[in-house]
């Protein structure tokens, strides 16, 4: 069994999500973000946490209004919501990302958001342009199909 623990560890450590409060209508604050989300968006989990999860804190010049627009629509509504989105680092670096936002509709007393992230930028992009691939593409045993 301890192989699997650190098996577990180890892939929920790189995972990118957030986890927020759904019946806090201000915001939806985030209520934990995962060590994967913080190394993703460049913020330590301190400035990341009691932020909105709509991710305003990541959106810039490149970011589509109309995602934008979707992703509060889907926060209020509580849908859920999948696109690709331009964010930024808190350095500024641009990074495209699949978003995932769910909310466990089965116990309404419960209220969680949960969002999960992974970057859009093809693994050979970064053999091509000589950068060093961020950690969490090598997540384990976890095949992540990435677009081209």
Do not use: W
């Amino acid at each position: 069994m301890p192989c699997l623990k650190h098996h577990l560890q180890y892939a929920s450590f790189y995972s990118n999500f957030i986890l927020a409060n759904a019946q806090v209508a201000k915001g939806f604050p985030i209520v934990y973000c995962s060590d994967g989300f913080c190394e993703l968006a460049g913020f330590a989990r301190t400035e990341v946490m009691q932020k909105s999860c709509s991710c305003k804190f990541l959106f810039g010049v490149e970011t589509n209004e109309q995602l934008m627009l979707q992703i509060e629509k889907s926060l209020e509504e509580k849908t859920e919501f999948k696109g690709e989105i331009m964010f930024y680092k808190k350095n500024g670096t641009e990074v495209q990302m699949s978003a995932i936002i769910k909310i466990n509709l089965k116990d309404m007393s419960i209220g969680i958001f949960f969002s999960s992230f992974l970057t859009t930028k093809p693994f050979s992009s970064f053999l091509n342009s000589g950068d060093k691939p961020p950690e969490f593409y090598l997540a384990g045993h976890t095949t992540i199909k990435l677009k081209n």
